[in-house]
């Protein structure tokens, strides 16, 4: 396992939206390996992305799928915003907007490999294992502390959550069938850095 870094801030350049992909499928596919960071007011969390889930137009398991409504309607703004949810009565999950204003579609967050503020990660899961921090969608949103405060965000803009550039390029990318839905299952629309021990799912799903 890599060794983490030291307290010091990383140099990671905030992505512009422009560098985006307006395209859901695609999106999902480059967001391998560029980071996601939370700028809290005494530390900095980030993590590389090394696992995401595309829900295109059309797609009948994503959320977009029933219609815009308020509760959905960051998945309506232009590419790049978090859209940000509560879900099995227990944990927030993030998306990031994929398409162009006023169609709905995301890509789901659902691993990330820890980078900075690790101690604090560990506090807000209740662990010390580094595997457990951030691999799956509601663990990552805990870890980050991302809660729906945050949806609606602009992640290309100089807020206080954003996506970044790589830190260290992205190896083999891997693709399956997406985890826990039960509808439209056979697409393969997952993504995730192969042989990283940070990706969520069972095993046939991680090689």
Same mark, same amino acid.
């Given at each position: ?5 030291? +307290? ?11 560098? =985006? ?6 999106? /999902? ?9 939370? +700028? ?35 998945? *309506? ?7 940000? *949810? %509560?879900? *099995?009565?227990? &944990? ?15 890509? =789901? ?21 580094? =595997? ?23 992640? &290309? ?5 954003? =996506?970044?550039? /790589?830190?260290?390029? /992205? ?19 997952? %993504? *995730?850095?192969?042989?990283?021990? %940070? ?9």
């Amino acid at each position: 396992m890599r060794k983490q870094h030291a +307290d010091a801030a990383l140099r990671i350049r905030r992505l512009r939206r422009a560098e =985006l992909p307006a395209d859901t499928i695609d999106l /999902a596919r480059y967001l391998i390996g560029k980071t996601l960071v939370h +700028d809290l007011p005494r530390v900095r969390l980030s993590g590389r992305l090394v696992e995401t889930e595309a829900y295109p137009v059309g797609d009948a398991a994503g959320h977009a799928f029933g219609g815009h409504t308020p509760s959905r309607n960051s998945l *309506y703004l232009p590419h790049g915003h978090a859209y940000v *949810y %509560f879900t *099995y009565g227990s &944990c927030f999950m993030m998306n990031v907007s994929s398409e162009t204003t006023g169609v709905g579609a995301g890509v =789901l967050v659902r691993a990330l490999e820890p980078l900075e503020g690790v101690p604090f990660m560990q506090r807000r899961r209740g662990t010390t294992r580094l =595997l457990d921090l951030t691999r799956g969608p509601g663990r990552l949103a805990q870890a980050m502390n991302i809660d729906k405060r945050k949806d609606g965000l602009n992640l &290309c803009a100089g807020g206080e959550l954003w =996506l970044g550039a /790589a830190f260290r390029s /992205a190896g083999p990318i891997g693709e399956s069938v997406r985890i826990g839905i039960t509808r439209d299952v056979h697409r393969l629309w997952r %993504f *995730y850095e192969r042989g990283s021990p %940070f990706v969520s799912g069972p095993k046939r799903l991680r090689e």
